[in-house]
Nanobody, 120 residues
Framework: QVQLVESGGGLVQPGGSLRLSCAASGSIRSMYVMRWHRQAPGKERELVAVIMSGGNTYYADSVKGRFTISRDNAKNTMYLQMNSLKPEDTAVYYC??????????????WGQGTQVTVSS
């Protein structure tokens, strides 16, 4: 079984920074695309950033230039550096990864989410 665990959320003032982590554990053979999503109260979940196994990245327009996604393949961990945070960035942030566990086919896994609140 594969588990994803997010950490690093919290309360920050507008203009501040946070760094989220997503650690994958379990019987992992390969990890492919990894993503950060977020869901604000009363809104649908939205894709924030994507990173391929080779390092190529994609960002939603709303976070481009402020957020940076990265990964450490040796540690099966993904990060989201969030700078210049705005109140509209307030949401629960979820990590998602396409993983091939040992002895199984490709599956998509989700973390439990971490709350990010941007407020003065």
């Amino acid at each position: 079984q594969v588990q994803l665990v997010e950490s690093g959320g919290g309360l920050v003032q507008p203009g501040g920074s946070l760094r989220l982590s997503c650690a994958a554990s379990g019987s992992i053979r390969s990890m492919y695309v990894m993503r950060w999503h977020r869901q604000a109260p009363g809104k649908e979940r939205e894709l924030v950033a994507v990173i391929m196994s080779g390092g190529n990245t994609y960002y939603a327009d709303s976070v481009k230039g402020r957020f940076t996604i990265s990964r450490d393949n040796a540690k099966n961990t993904m990060y989201l550096q969030m700078n210049s945070l705005k109140p509209e960035d307030t949401a629960v942030y979820y990590c998602n990864a396409d993983v091939t566990p040992l002895g199984e086919g490709l599956n998509s896994y989700w973390g439990q989410g971490t709350q990010v609140t941007v407020s003065s």
